[in-house]
Every structure is written in structure tokens, then in C-alpha cells.
């Protein structure tokens, strides 16, 4: 007899066979017999056309009906049903056909267990992966929403402190001006403790503001020509009472490519390096050395920066040029931007990488970690392109999306 005919013959008990063993309850037999009968007139089709695909419909429907809001059930795989089918027709076959026509229908069904097993397994994996990519899509679209609305809180905060701010600073000037000067040497200090805290918080609103205008793509670069040189004498000048009041040894190598003029923002370019020199003070103890060294590249100049202070984690050096994105402990902080781990809000980092790549140009960091007792110091690292003259308005907005249609002719020449 052939393979068709014997599961015809022995369809009524393995439905039932499999309705007891599958489903304990009878209301839950109820509603699983359909779906059973559908299964065996599907495999009998399957072993009569020699086509096992013929059930691929019922378990594209098994697989799709696991719940996908749930996470367990998204694990739990429909094979071990297939294994306890062929069982199942093992076991019934034996009581109602000869020994024989029993082990020729488990040889034939053999090669649709193994299709239907695999075929099973492949699109419960395929269902994991869509359902793993969606769940991703949305973490991403929530990270998205909740970096739009930091940047915006940026902006707001920003715009709104730097009203008060004036105002504080003009009163604390127009006082100066009004009081008498026998009184001046009694409230002196106290005017200097207000125009320090004042130019302190104007700082953070300026960053604030150079953050946001990063994020949305809005940084204006003025373009001239500059010399690398010039540009350190300058930082140098601006660091030498650190220098002297740290013992720290703060050196400018002469390098090729030093003394060449490129086209950049200068004025950009200074903020950018004087946050590095800035940080590598905060982060190097007293009598430490920090060096400007450098290189020329094909097309690019790459300046290193490095100290000889407390290092940074290789898990935290993509970090730190994340907004907000400072290492250790907050409250640990001092203040200042030279005193030893005088810790800011976590923006300079960022506003430099801004800078370095709205030039076209890069910034990475290279350290062996964080300790500060051995301190193994840092490099950061800084690639600029060599441009001989100032890019036109294509390329620049290239590096400044789309929204940048606003800085037409800003460019000096
Ligand atoms: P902050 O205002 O905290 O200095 P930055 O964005 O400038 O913010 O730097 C982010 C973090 O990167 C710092 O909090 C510090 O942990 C780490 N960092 C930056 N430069 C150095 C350096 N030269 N050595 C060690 N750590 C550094």
C-alpha cells in the first residue's frame, strides 16, 4: 500500500492520539483538532505530491501566531511539535498496520520531518531577527526623540540664561561705576567674586550654545588663512600663568607642516585647541609635562596633543566626546579650567570634535587607561585638512547639512 493510503488509514486515531497528548484540557482539544486535521490533510498532500512545501503554509501560521509582544514566548520554538508528531505516527502505526507498511511510512515521512523541522527553524530565526530589528528601530527612534528634545532643552536653557546673565553683569558694572572710592576698596572683592562668577556661567551659556548650533548642523565657519604656529604662540601666552602656578611643563614642538598656511576658522580652531590644552592641564598633576607635536600627511596636517596625567579608559574614549559625556565623579570636581581634575559640565570635547570635523578634519583620543597614581597620560590627536584656499559654498555645506543654506557669503575670503 502506498505511503498516502496508510495515513489515510490511520488519520482518525492520530488525530485523536495527538489531541490527548497535545492538549490536557478538552475545551483546548476543541479548538487544537482543526488545526491538527489541517496538519495531517497537508502532510498527506505533501507525501502524495513528494512535495514537503505543501505544509509550508500552516507553519508559517504556527510560527506567526506566537505573541510577538512577548518576549518568552518569541524564544519557545514549534519544532518539538514536529519530533512529537512522528512519534506519535510511530506509535499508532504499530497498533493499527503490519510491522512492515508501519516502518515504510515512518521511511517516507523521514525526509518531510526533516524539511518541516528545518523550514520551522529557519522562520522562527527569521521571525527573531525581525522582531530583534524592530525592537532596535524603536530603542533607536526613542534615543533619537530624547537627544532632539536634550538639544532643544540646550538651546531653550541657553537663550533664557544669557538674558539674566547680562543683566547681572551690566548692574555689577553700573555699581563699579557709582560707588564712591572710599567705599571701592571695602566691596572690591566682592564685585570681582561677581564679575568671576558671571564670566564663569557666560562660558557654560557660550558652549551651550555652540553645542546646539553643532547638533543642528548650524556652526559657521569663517575662513582664512591661518598658520598653525601663530595660533599656538597664542594658546601658549594664554597658559603660562597655568604653567607657572601647576609646575606643569607646557611645550610647542616645531613640526613639518607647523609653519604652513592653511584656510581655516582660526577663531574656531583656537577654541578647539585650547579645550584640549585646557583638559590635558585639568587632567595632569601638579609638575607634569604636556606637548603639541604633529605631522605632515599626504593632504592633511595631524597635530598631537599629549600629557602626561591621569589617562582615560578605552571604554570611555568614545565617550568623552559625547555631549555631557565626562568620566569619574561630578561631585568630585573642582572648579577652573587649569586647577587639577577641575571638571565642566562635559561640553568642551564635544564642541572640538564639532570644530575639528565641520573642517572636514577628525579627532580621536589614544591612552592605555585610567589610573592616577601611575598616570599613563594621553594623545589626542587631531587630522586637518591642508586647504589652500577656502572651500566654496558646495563643500562647505556638505559638512554642514542642509540647513546651512543661511550661511550664503559668510565666508571671508
Ligand atoms: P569637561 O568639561 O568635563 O572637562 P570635556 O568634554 O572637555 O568635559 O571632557 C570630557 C571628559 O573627558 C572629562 O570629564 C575627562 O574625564 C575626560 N578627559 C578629557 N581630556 C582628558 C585628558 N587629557 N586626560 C584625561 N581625561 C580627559
Redesign the pocket.
Known amino acids: 500500500m502506498r505511503s498516502e493510503e496508510l495515513l489515510i488509514q490511520i488519520r482518525r486515531a492520530w488525530i485523536q492520539a495527538a489531541c490527548e497528548r497535545l492538549a490536557s484540557e478538552t475545551d483546548v482539544r476543541a479548538s487544537f483538532e482543526p488545526a491538527l486535521e489541517r496538519f495531517y490533510d497537508l502532510l498527506i498532500e505533501a507525501v502524495r505530491s513528494d512535495a514537503p512545501e505543501k505544509l509550508n503554509p500552516i507553519i508559517d501560521e504556527w510560527v506567526e501566531a506566537r505573541p510577538r509582544s512577548d518576549p518568552e514566548a518569541m524564544q519557545t520554538s514549534i519544532t518539538p511539535l514536529f519530533d512529537q508528531f512522528l512519534l506519535l505516527t510511530y506509535e499508532v502505526s504499530l497498533k493499527l498496520l503490519s510491522d512492515r507498511e508501519a516502518l515504510e511510512l515512518l521511511a517516507s515521512l523521514i525526509p518531510i520531518h526533516t524539511y518541516t523541522y528545518s523550514y520551522a527553524a529557519k522562520k522562527e530565526t527569521q521571525a527573531q531577527i525581525e522582531q530583534i530589528s524592530s525592537e532596535l528601530e524603536s530603542a533607536r527612534l526613542v534615543l533619537e526623540q530624547l537627544d532632539q528634545s536634550k538639544s532643544k532643552f540646550i538651546s531653550i536653557a541657553a537663550h533664557e540664561l544669557k538674558t539674566p546673565l547680562t543683566l547681572i553683569q551690566g548692574y555689577a558694572s553700573m555699581l563699579r561705576e557709582r560707588i564712591s572710592t572710599d567705599e571701592f576698596g571695602r566691596v572690591e572683592s566682592l564685585l570681582n567674586g561677581i564679575d568671576l562668577g558671571a564670566r564663569r556661567l557666560a562660558a557654560i551659556v557660550d558652549d551651550m550654545i555652540d553645542v546646539s548650533l553643532i547638533d543642528n548642523n548650524l556652526l559657521a565657519l569663517t575662513f582664512q588663512p591661518i598658520w598653525l604656529n601663530r595660533l599656538f604662540d597664542l594658546v601658549k601666552h594664554e597658559f603660562e600663568s597655568a604653567m607657572k602656578e601647576r609646575q606643569i611643563e607646557f611645550e610647542v614642538h616645531d613640526f613639518p607642516g607647523f609653519r604652513e598656511m592653511i584656510f581655516a576658522d582660526g577663531e574656531r580652531l583656537y577654541q578647539a585647541f585650547r ?2 590644552i ?3 592641564f ?3 598633576p601638579d609638575r607634569g609635562r604636556i606637548w603639541v607635536d604633529g605631522r605632515l600627511l599626504p593632504g592633511f596636517i595631524e597635530v598631537t ?1 599629549t ?1 602626561t ?4 579608559n578605552p571604554e ?1 574614549q568614545m565617550r ?2 559625547d555631549k555631557f ?4 565623579n561630578v561631585s568630585l ?1 573642582s572648579s577652573g579650567k587649569t586647577k587639577f581634575k ?11 570634535k564639532g570644530i575639528i570635523e565641520a573642517h572636514g578634519g577628525a579627532i580621536w ?1 589614544e ?1 592605555e587607561g ?1 589610573d592616577e597614581e601611575r598616570c599613563p597620560g ?1 594623545t ?1 590627536h587631531v587630522l586637518l585638512p591642508i586647504r589652500a584656499e577656502p572651500p566654496d559654498e558646495k563643500f562647505a555645506r556638505l559638512f554642514k547639512g542642509e540647513e546651512t543654506t543661511s550661511l550664503k557669503g559668510e565666508y571671508k575670503d
Not at 559625556?325 to 569619574?328: E, R, S
Request: aromatic letters at 8%; glycine letters at 24%.
Open positions: 579645550n584640549l585646557s583638559n590635558a585639568k587632567y595632569t596633543i600629557d596625567g591621569i589617562g582615560i570611555d568623552i566626546f559625556g565626562q568620566v569619574g570636581h577641575g571638571g565642566g559640565p562635559g561640553l568642551g570635547l564635544p564642541i572640538t583620543v591612552s585610567h594621553t589626542f
